[in-house]
């Protein structure tokens, strides 16, 4: 249940970075090039608009994505990767081979993530906590800001650690799955989710002859019951 949750969180924050960059960067270029058309009061309209943090906003939310974009790639197997010398391998060894990879996964994200968390500790994250549970912050700063939209920056940075923590859970669900299975997460992209295969739709796979011959004995079995 909780990792099913996890799962839908993961998908929703994507799909919401994605969609929200997409659409500020679309409107804040509509803005730009429409401040120029001299349209009265329209383009004082316009150019009172203040979108200079736009591009700000977009770089945090694509950077957000993408760090936990990274998660996704490892639960659903769509990571690039070279096999070739793995899949040379006797059987035993192969095994062995994807076993240590998936370790070096789980330890290199372990270790960014806590790099990340000590790194946004101590810009900011600190103060935040302690002023929040009404502790000493005597000799504590609040860290930088970032210039346009002035956020505390260790929270822009809260990507590095969490992204990074998710995608070794991540790793770590694939390497108990592959060593009861022993089976790799993989993605088909000739399949997209929500759209039916050609080849099971019964009346696009059949050939066209055969469809005719097939509607036309149905007429005629509908007109002897007549």
């Not at 909780?2 to 929703?12: F, G, P, R, S, V």
């Not at 270029?29 to 943090?53: A, C, E």
């Not at 800001?145 to 940075?157: A, C, F, G, K």
Request: proline fraction near 4%; include cysteine.
């Amino acid at each position: 249940m909780i990792t099913k949750a996890l799962d839908l969180i993961e998908e929703w924050m994507i799909t919401f970075m994605m969609g929200g960059a997409t659409l500020l960067i679309f409107f804040s270029v509509l803005h730009r090039y429409g401040s120029g058309f001299k349209i009265p009061y329209v383009q004082d309209w316009l150019i009172g608009l203040n979108f200079s943090w736009a591009q700000e906003l977009c770089i945090i939310m694509f950077v957000w994505m993408a760090k936990f974009g990274a998660a996704y790639g490892v639960r659903m197997g769509v990571h690039v990767g070279v096999d070739v010398l793995i899949n040379r391998l006797p059987v035993e060894w192969r095994k062995v081979a994807v076993i240590i990879s998936l370790a070096c996964g789980i330890a290199f994200t372990a270790i960014i993530g806590t790099l990340g968390f000590r790194f946004i500790w101590e810009i900011g994250m600190h103060y935040a906590v302690f002023n929040f549970l009404g502790l000493s912050i005597e000799g504590l700063t609040s860290g930088p800001t970032t210039p346009d939209l002035d956020w505390p920056s260790w929270v822009i940075y809260s990507a590095v650690p969490y992204g990074s923590y998710l995608m070794c859970f991540r790793f770590v669900q694939v390497t108990v799955t592959y060593l009861r299975t022993g089976e790799m997460p993989r993605h088909d992209e000739t399949k997209i989710e929500g759209i039916q295969p050609v080849e099971d739709d019964p009346e696009v796979a059949m050939p066209h002859g055969a469809l005719a011959s097939t509607r036309s004995d149905q007429l005629a079995v509908a007109g002897g019951v007549k």
